[in-house]
């Protein structure tokens, strides 16, 4: 017997299976564009360089990256450091114990304070020769500055984007250097005498201090590139320029402290002076003299070239010596002393920015 199958069955099975499949077909293609819809929203909402701002980073990616590197792992050694000089503190019983008991069991660890404040030092050199020297001159030695004048985008725009990325790393860096070697050395900042603060080892490398003289040698270095328009000489001039900067900035910085004094009571020939209890054992001294009942001050080597106690007494009354002064500067004034000379080095760096988009720009090409 033949099995006979209608038409009309046919037809209604051969639509109903197309209905199926263009379903499906449709469902999963739509499912396919909306899931590459929502990829391409998503890598779109992704913060991203462009333009004037990549162009620039891409150029100078390099050192970019090599300062952040420089930079992460400086701050993971000096966290190591910190965890070693707390275990040591722990162990030896600090504060109750007096750290200048301590002896040569302390050594290690004013080893790695200076051996890292030695790098910190020279951060602001390094960073002017080798970062803001180059920055612009390679560019005008090498044709690249009149490339860009060339293009669409002005000039203003161009050094804007230059000073202002180079600025941001600068910055990042510098901040949080200062920030994490601040927080290694405070557990004995205000009890071991044998630190100086102001000394330029901590007093440069803490607070807003390395910021602003990194930012001063950079954006010295970026003019003294515009100027003489050759990268070597301008490296050259840039270190000159950079080591005078942080030698004036040492003899100028300890102005910025208001100078307190200290008397103490009467002295006797050959005793050693003691000062009273008011001033901090980690105070700057900036002098110490003999002191007369009128006031007058004398040098301490005053009366010690006689040859006999008989003779320094009679030679201290007659210059009617009663007591001695301290002159120094507490270190609970370092950090308005860092805010007022940084504020001052800012001033000037915004000076040469100011003087590079009046003038320089004009030798942008």
């Given amino acids: 017997m033949s099995t006979f199958t209608s038409p009309s069955a046919n037809g209604k099975n051969g639509t109903t299976n197309r209905t199926m499949n263009g379903t499906k077909n449709g469902t999963k293609n739509r499912a396919r564009h909306g899931s590459g819809n929502t990829r391409t929203t998503e890598a779109a909402r992704r913060p991203r360089l462009s333009g004037m701002t990549w162009l620039v980073w891409r150029q100078h990616r390099a050192a970019f990256w090599t300062i952040l590197a420089a930079t992460v792992l400086c701050v993971a050694w000096m966290v190591?450091?910190?965890?070693?000089?707390?275990?040591?503190?722990?162990?030896?019983?600090?504060?109750?114990?007096?750290?200048?008991?301590?002896?040569?069991?302390?050594?290690?660890y004013i080893g790695a304070f200076s051996s890292v404040t030695t790098g910190l030092t020279a951060i602001p050199v390094?960073?002017?020769?080798?970062?803001?020297?180059?920055?612009?001159?390679?560019?005008?030695?090498?044709?690249?500055?009149?490339?860009?004048a060339a293009q669409s985008v002005s000039r203003n725009r161009w050094l804007a984007t230059k000073l202002a990325l180079t600025g941001l790393v600068v910055v990042v860096s510098t901040?949080?250097?200062s920030a994490v070697f601040a927080w290694w050395w405070n557990p004995i900042k205000l009890d071991y005498v044998d630190i100086d603060w102001s000394s330029r080892e901590f007093f440069n490398t803490t607070g807003p201090v390395p910021v602003a003289l990194s930012?001063?040698?950079?954006?010295?270095?970026?003019?003294?590139?515009?100027?003489?328009?050759?990268?070597?000489?301008?490296?050259?001039?840039?270190l000159g320029f950079a080591v005078a900067v942080q030698t004036v900035w040492g003899y100028f910085k300890l102005s910025l402290g208001?100078?307190?004094?200290?008397?103490?009571?009467?002295?006797?020939?050959?005793?050693?002076i003691t000062f009273p209890s008011s001033v901090p054992r980690t105070a700057h001294v900036l002098d110490t003299s003999y002191v007369s009942g009128s006031g007058k001050h004398f040098d301490l080597t005053t009366c010690t070239d006689t040859l006999s106690e008989a003779a320094t007494t009679s030679c201290m009354k007659k210059a009617d010596i009663v007591g001695a002064s301290i002159d120094y500067i507490p270190i609970s004034q370092m950090s308005s002393m860092q805010w007022l000379g940084a504020s001052i080095l800012f001033a000037l760096t915004a000076g040469i920015v100011a003087f590079l988009f009046i003038w320089g720009r004009k030798r942008l090409v």
Avoid: W
């Avoid at 390094?126 to 860009?148: F, R, S, Y």
């Avoid at 010295?220 to 590139?225: A, D, R």
């Avoid at 100078?259 to 020939?269: D, E, G, L, R, Y």
């Fill in 215 to 238: 930012l001063l040698c950079v954006f010295g270095g970026v003019l003294i590139g515009v100027i003489l328009r050759r990268t070597l000489v301008a490296m050259v001039v840039t």
């Fill in 175 to 177: 901040v949080t250097l």
């Fill in 258 to 272: 208001d100078i307190v004094t200290a008397t103490t009571k009467p002295v006797s020939p050959g005793t050693p």
């Fill in 80 to 108: 190591y450091q910190r965890g070693q000089l707390m275990d040591f503190l722990d162990s030896y019983g600090f504060p109750a114990k007096n750290l200048d008991d301590a002896g040569k069991r302390f050594d290690p």
């Fill in 126 to 148: 390094i960073l002017g020769v080798l970062l803001g020297a180059p920055l612009l001159a390679g560019d005008l030695e090498n044709g690249t500055a009149k490339l860009i």
